[in-house]
Nanobody, 111 residues
Framework: VQIVESGGGLVQPGGSLRLSCTGSKFTFSGYAVSWYRQAPGKERELVATVTASGNNTHYPDSIKGRFTISRDNAKNTVYLQMVNLKPEDTALYYC?????RGQGTQVTVSS
């Protein structure tokens, strides 16, 4: 079982990124998947959740309108589209499923 996140990087405030979370040797299908983030010295924060079908999503109020979670079960991949990024979005982002989590991908928002 392996989960790999990708798509992070350095972006200026107001910029956009799309993160990917891909699983191998198992399938995300049938399970909800969430994205979390953790910044140095801060607690882990739930960023977004998508249900097994992909028909329902959940975001905390601080995220709503800027991030969009989606999934492509055929590709066994879950995405996190992020727009209007702010410096406070800087963190290690990782996805979490019933099979565990990956190493994460770093997002740094800075001018």
């Amino acid at each position: 079982v392996q989960i790999v996140e990708s798509g992070g990087g350095l972006v200026q405030p107001g910029g956009s990124l799309r993160l990917s979370c891909t699983g191998s040797k198992f399938t995300f299908s049938g399970y909800a998947v969430s994205w979390y983030r953790q910044a140095p010295g801060k607690e882990r924060e739930l960023v977004a959740t998508v249900t097994a079908s992909g028909n329902n999503t959940h975001y905390p109020d601080s995220i709503k309108g800027r991030f969009t979670i989606s999934r492509d079960n055929a590709k066994n991949t879950v995405y996190l589209q992020m727009v209007n990024l702010k410096p406070e979005d800087t963190a290690l982002y990782y996805c979490l499923s019933v099979y565990g989590r990956g190493q994460g991908t770093q997002v740094t928002v800075s001018s």
